[in-house]
């Protein structure tokens, strides 16, 4: 069985060859220098090594402004051109107007419709049910499409049982900030964990949006142990990808990569197709309204 394994980052998007403002530049991160052999920058924005593929995609479209996550997410998992419809760049949540198209056009139910499997891997939090079960539905693109398609939204005992990834990857922070008692986890047993629900579905989703707050300026004291955390658990991921898996990683707009201001930038989005697929799912891919395409098309 084909399956694509799709993993969002929220915020990253490829940055000057600058120390001082890249934390990617700062500290060389393993899964980019041990998998590519080196670390992308606006100067180097594409790498390649061993069928593996690092790119650009323009986050932009076309649009005048800063990219923002509601018009980003909903071009990457709808196949449109968000902020064009829009007439702007809108965010965090998606404006009113895309309420409709992420009902009928998400990604899930383009799989769903065709009689496949599909599976959002993170694992919520009780507080995050309560929140919905209230009936507020401030909620981003990912967590929206999910409702709409009635895909699983997993919660704290799919976790323990191993069918659900924490948004943290290692489950630290349900004890530390949502006052959980659970076993923590290494980064590569999160990673293994994803792959192994990736085995069992045509298509598999998992967001880590860690990376956004990071670049907004949240989580100062977590910094370094997050992005430790993230760059084993995606070298683990990158590294272990079969060749009836495709993989792809993606984001709605830069961050992270810049430091030294506090929102969104106006740069590249970092993509890394690996796996079947891999070479054609990266050329077909220039802007975030092609990744979903892209996708179906394997």
């Keep these: 069985m084909k399956r694509i394994l799709q993993i969002f980052l929220d915020g990253v998007g490829i940055g000057e060859n600058n120390t001082a ?78 309420k409709p198209i992420i009902e009928k056009e998400n990604i899930f139910n383009s799989f769903l419709e065709q009689g496949m499997k599909v599976s959002f891997a993170n694992a919520f ?10 009936g507020r539905k401030r909620l981003n693109v990912t967590t929206l499409m999910a409702l709409y398609s009635e895909v699983k939204l997993f919660d704290v ?27 923590i986890i290494t980064p590569e ?5 994803l792959l192994n629900i990736s085995s069992k579905n045509n298509y598999t989703l998992f967001e880590y949006f ?23 658990f995606l070298f683990k991921i990158i590294s272990e990808v079969d060749k009836e898996t495709t993989l792809i990683i993606c984001s709605d ?24 697929g891999a070479l054609e799912l990266k050329n077909k891919i220039k802007d975030l309204s092609q990744i979903k395409s892209a996708i179906l098309d394997l």
């Design 21 to 98: 403002v890249n934390p990617f530049i700062k500290k060389p991160f393993q899964f980019l220098e041990e998998i590519f052999g080196e670390t992308p920058h606006l100067e180097n924005q594409e790498i390649s090594n061993k069928g593996k593929y690092l790119f650009p995609v323009d986050a932009n479209m076309d649009v005048d402004g800063l990219p923002q996550s509601g018009t980003g997410q909903t071009s990457i998992f709808c196949g449109v051109n968000g902020p064009k419809i829009v007439g702007k760049h809108f965010g965090p949540f998606p404006y009113s107007t895309l």
């Design 253 to 276: 707009h830069g961050n992270l990569e810049n430091i030294e201001v506090k929102g969104h930038t106006n740069n590249p989005t970092l993509a890394i197709t690996a796996g079947y």
């Design 210 to 232: 860690f990376t956004d707050h990071l670049g907004h300026g949240r989580n100062k004291n977590e910094f370094e142990i997050l992005l430790d955390d993230l760059d084993r």
């Design 189 to 193: 047993e999160a990673a293994n964990r």
């Design 157 to 183: 005992d799919d976790m323990l049982a191993g069918i659900g990834v924490s948004s943290d990857l290692t489950n630290r922070r349900w004890n530390t900030k949502l006052k959980y008692d659970i076993p």
């Design 125 to 134: 939090p009780k507080v995050f049910f309560d929140y919905i079960n209230s």
